[in-house]
């Protein structure tokens, strides 16, 4: 909501725009998808749908949760989630690297300004253990230094949720009791 004095930029998410088939049946392959990617678990799917209408319904609101997609043998589709959702946000809206060192955690961060969502593809640990307290930075916080070439740094609104995705089993630091983490053993 904005006020009075406030012209709003905001023109939805991409897929308000789009016309409706009208294919009752589009949704729920989707949803047969995400059900069968977290092995049935019925409490996982329903987290999973929880935290993705989260993106939808509360934008402004940061959940402070990260999704750790894994899965030992390559092509389990675990990917497919993440660029599902980011015909559901839209292409501005969403950032998939596969180099995070140079995209996220370098000196010039520009690439996660006014992202809802990111993808972390193949995490390596060796990255991800060095940039481990910056990970969780990037969870949690609602606002960072934006820092861009040529440009004096600024501070911006941090509302991205991200998904790592990984064939690794010891890719990121995670705790027993790390409350940032979802760490899913997807089906394969």
């Not at 861009?148 to 010891?170: D, G, H, P, Q």
């Amino acid at each position: 909501p904005c006020g009075d004095k406030c012209y709003n930029m905001w023109n939805g998410f991409s897929l308000e725009r789009v016309q409706a088939d009208d294919d009752p049946e589009a949704l729920q392959i989707v949803l047969h998808y995400i059900k069968t990617l977290v092995k049935n678990d019925e409490a996982v799917y329903q987290y999973m749908l929880d935290w993705i209408a989260s993106i939808i319904q509360k934008p402004g609101v940061k959940h402070g949760t990260a999704i750790l997609l894994y899965s030992v043998q390559q092509g389990s589709g675990k990917t497919t989630l993440p660029v599902l959702l980011s015909k559901l946000v839209g292409e501005n809206m969403f950032l998939q690297t596969s180099d995070p060192a140079n995209t996220l955690y370098g000196q010039f961060n520009k690439s996660r300004e006014n992202r809802l969502l990111i993808n972390v593809e193949e995490n390596s640990a060796m990255t991800a253990f060095a940039n481990n307290d910056k990970i969780k930075s990037m969870i949690t916080e609602r606002d960072y230094i934006c820092n861009e070439k040529c440009v004096t740094s600024y501070k911006a609104r941090c509302l991205a949720r991200f998904i790592f995705t990984t064939n690794s089993m010891n890719s990121i630091n995670i705790s027993v009791d790390d409350r940032r983490f979802v760490a899913i053993d997807v089906s394969h």
